[in-house]
T-cell receptor, first 117, second 117 residues
Framework: AQKITQTQPGMFVQEKEAVTLDCTYD???????LFWYKQPSSGEMIFLIY??????QNATEGRYSLNFQKARKSANLVISASQLGDSAMYFC??????????????FGSGTQLTVLP | EAQVTQNPRYLITVTGKKLTVTCSQN?????MSWYRQDPGLGLRQIYY???????DKGDVPEGYKVSRKEKRNFPLILESPSPNQTSLYFC????????????????FGPGTRLLVL
């Protein structure tokens, strides 16, 4: 089974509207971290937001917020007031705590967001 | 400026010709990783390193080698490249687990686009 599932290969949103990018995950760990990264067409990976499994409140970073529903194992990214510069590929990722190991991030397949003027 | 650097950024080579992609970070991070990114597959981990002289396989290690002789450097070596190693490669680094989990955020290099003919 996939660890991270992003079911939306592509999304369109009108400028200034909000958009939600879906992410579900699969883990048996109690302690884990969830990340969202943005990859513009230039290729670099830009960290957006982090949510810890024990965080009681949903994470927010400016126009980005993470809708964390632990029981459903979902960590959707919400972008408010979309801008043309938000057009990019967005990746959801999870870091699990594995004792004695340094397992790093597991990534989803990504969602290509296009913001329309 | 805190950063992860990779060289070269672009490389075209032929099957079987050994190559090395360098990665260096200036944040004194213990953990370093290599990922490859392919369309529809997201990022997959190739190798990672917990610290100097400590490396381990990720999800797709076949055909790659790494070394960690210094804390700041983590080169990726392709001894005999093949066309199926044509991909976008990312190096990333992060600090050890800390009381503040946000410190676990991975910082990515700019990426290396490799074409193996």
């Amino acid at each position: 089974a996939q660890k991270i599932t992003q079911t939306q290969p592509g999304m369109f949103v009108q400028e200034k509207e909000a958009v939600t990018l879906d992410c579900t995950y699969d883990t048996s760990d109690q302690s884990y971290g969830l990340f969202w990264y943005k990859q513009p067409s230039s290729g670099e990976m830009i960290f957006l937001i982090y949510q810890g499994s024990y965080d009681e409140q949903n994470a927010t970073e400016g126009r980005y917020s993470l809708n964390f529903q632990k029981a459903r194992k979902s960590a959707n990214l919400v972008i408010s007031a979309s801008q043309l510069g938000d057009s990019a590929m967005y990746f959801c990722a999870m870091r699990e705590s594995v004792p004695g190991s340094a397992r790093q991030l597991t990534f989803g397949s990504g969602t290509q967001l296009t913001v329309l003027p | 400026e805190a950063q992860v650097t990779q060289n070269p950024r672009y490389l075209i080579t032929v099957t079987g010709k050994k190559l090395t992609v360098t990665c260096s970070q200036n944040m004194n991070h213990e953990y370093m990783s290599w990922y490859r990114q392919d369309p529809g597959l997201g990022l997959r981990q190739i190798y990672y390193s917990m610290n100097v002289e400590v490396t381990d396989k990720g999800d797709v290690p076949e055909g790659y080698k790494v070394s960690r002789k210094e804390k700041r450097n983590f080169p990726l070596i392709l001894e005999s490249p093949s066309p199926n190693q044509t991909s976008l490669y990312f190096c990333a680094s992060s600090s050890r687990l800390a009381t503040n989990p946000r410190l676990e955020t991975q910082y990515f290099g700019p990426g290396t686009r490799l074409l193996v003919l």
